[in-house]
């Protein structure tokens, strides 16, 4: 399991229906169990290339998430939006399937 971070996400899971916080997995940024929520600033890696967790162009990035639902137990895919080195929020990825089935 590699290292990731963790963003509270208040959605509605794809698989249930349930309206709930999620603990949302992301591997982007300074990858160290951080944990964040909406509106907070996002850390990053100081002289490092994007894909080993420096900052993107303008602090801008859709990021992969992941999380399991706590009422259902499936899991799914979110895209992460960080806008300008801020958390902004997350959306249910309709593409990606869980690897719960």
């Not at 949302?24 to 850390?43: A, C, H, M, P, S």
Request: charged share 25%.
């Amino acid at each position: 399991m590699g290292a990731f971070n963790e963003i509270a996400w208040a959605g509605t899971c794809p698989r249930c229906q349930c309206s709930t916080e999620f603990q949302v997995e992301v591997k982007v940024g300074l990858k160290d169990q951080l944990n964040y929520r909406i509106g907070d600033q996002y850390q990053w890696v100081t002289g490092r290339s994007v894909q080993k967790g420096g900052r993107p162009d303008g602090g801008n990035i859709v990021a992969e998430g992941y999380t399991e639902c706590p009422n259902c137990q499936k899991d799914f895919f979110v895209d992460v939006v960080i806008e300008q080195d801020t958390v902004c929020g997350a959306k249910v990825d309709p593409t990606r399937e869980g690897y719960i089935e």
